[in-house]
């Protein structure tokens, strides 16, 4: 019955692959940018909000004034 063929790993070194550097450096420069493109999403998000947010509450207190007021000309007040 034939031996199977014993390899040693010693012997045999990995494939020198040479645009594996360039592909890494590229992924890392993407996952940079990525980063950056969100924590600048996030910080524009933030600004939406509290803006959005301040005008609500400068609506709602121009409602109430303007409210109050009718209220008072009408009750005599």
């Known amino acids: 019955m034939a031996q199977p063929l014993q390899r040693s790993l ?12 360039q ?12 980063r950056v493109e969100r924590a600048q999403a ?5 600004l939406r909000f509290f803006t959005v947010l301040g005008l609500l509450l400068a609506l709602s207190i ?13 009750f005599g007040l």
């Open 10 to 21: 010693a012997d045999e070194s990995p494939p020198i692959d040479p645009t594996a550097i």
């Open 23 to 34: 592909r890494a450096y590229r992924l890392e420069r993407a996952k940079r940018r990525a």
């Open 62 to 74: 121009v409602l109430s004034l303007t409210i109050w007021q009718q209220i008072q000309r009408l």
């Open 42 to 46: 996030r910080r524009l998000a933030a």
